[in-house]
């Protein structure tokens, strides 16, 4: 049997880490002599390639540029590669991973996202073991055929669908959540998968969406809101999409001046998409007199996205050529398992 191939792509974040011998500080590892700091990685028996982003970065500074040039990548290699981990920051790792699950239609292979809380070079890291798991599970095959043909995120034992995870922790090395999607697999001694949460491939050649369109906004309700506030943030020039997260089951408040805000907004363009601000559970409009006046003046339901899906959904469907209503219709429907409805 042929060895696996696996494409590692390093943008950044505190995986690729090290403390510098001489000044002490955090440096950039050099992935290009991964065998020499895990030499363990020999006994896998895959031939893994390093392909390391000209500017690494901290992915607070994470774009859509930086997704494309990911997508591209990953489209280049997609025929010589069994399966591609993407060492990223944790920070903004769930919107990354979000985000290229929309911009590659019909993948067929895995694509795992990881990173670390703490440095490669120290001496209780978690990076060696995620980026060790991650490799595997890249590799890995079931009858022939990948395991996990998704986006993922691994961290600590679980590996989760991309579009489904949030962080949540920003110390424990368990940093991300999925409130409404089962674990994809389970990590322990083995590496159990759980086969009736992931997803087929469609059998259908790979498409890679590169357009985005930024002008959208996320406006998170609280009591105490003024019309001022939600007056500016609907009034953004430019602004084509927002995503509003609402209390509980998709609640917001039933004030006069609110509703017509919102309603005045979307008779002049903006589509409104309702997500709710809990980790888990589903937005279920009209349950509520709260949420029923939305639905009336046409705010759409986010059904159980998390934000940083939506946000990406947004994105990529405002930079495709469909009109509003089908756009409308698309973040309805989930595109890549990333909402039951
Ligand atoms: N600030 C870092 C980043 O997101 C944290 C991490 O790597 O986990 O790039």
């Not at 390093?10 to 020499?36: A, R």
Request: glycine share 8%; with cysteine.
């Amino acid at each position: 049997m042929r060895r696996p191939k696996i494409l590692v792509l390093y943008t950044g974040g505190t995986i690729g880490m090290m403390k510098d011998q001489k000044t002490g500080s955090l440096v950039p590892f050099n992935f290009g002599n991964i065998y020499e700091h895990l030499p363990v990685l020999r006994t896998l028996d895959y031939t893994i390639d390093m392909y390391s982003f000209e500017h690494l970065i901290d992915s607070s500074n994470m774009t859509p540029e930086v997704w494309v040039e990911l997508a591209e990548k990953i489209e280049e290699n997609y025929e010589k590669y069994d399966g591609f981990v993407v060492l990223h920051g944790s920070d903004t790792m769930a919107y990354s991973a979000s985000a290229l699950s929309f911009m590659l239609e019909n993948l067929a292979k895995p694509i795992i996202f990881t990173g670390s809380q703490l440095p490669m070079g120290m001496v209780r890291s978690d990076a060696r073991e995620n980026f060790i798991t991650s490799v595997e599970i890249a590799a890995s095959k079931m009858d022939g055929e990948p395991s996990v043909p998704e986006v993922c995120i691994l961290f600590e034992n679980h590996l989760l669908r991309g579009n489904r995870s949030t962080k949540f922790n920003a110390e424990n090395f368990n940093a991300f959540s999925s409130g409404n999607y089962p674990t994809l697999a389970d990590v322990g001694i083995k590496i159990k998968y759980n086969r009736e949460f992931i997803m087929e491939p469609t059998g259908r050649p790979l498409i890679v969406h590169k357009q985005f369109n930024t002008n959208v906004g996320i406006l998170k309700l609280f009591p105490g809101i003024t019309h001022n506030y939600v007056k500016h943030i609907l009034n953004t020039p430019g602004m084509k999409g927002l995503i509003m997260e609402t209390f509980g089951s998709g609640n917001a408040p039933t004030s006069e001046w609110f509703l017509d805000e919102l309603a005045e907004a979307i008779k002049k363009g903006l589509i409104i998409y309702n997500v709710t601000q809990c980790k888990s559970g589903s937005v279920e409009m009209g349950r509520y007199e709260t949420s029923l006046d939305l639905t009336n003046i046409g705010v759409i339901s986010g059904y159980d996205i998390t934000t940083e899906s939506a946000l990406a959904k947004m994105m990529y469907l405002l930079g495709t050529q469909m009109g509003r209503r089908e756009i409308k219709r698309y973040l309805q429907t989930p595109l890549r398992g990333e909402m039951t409805v």
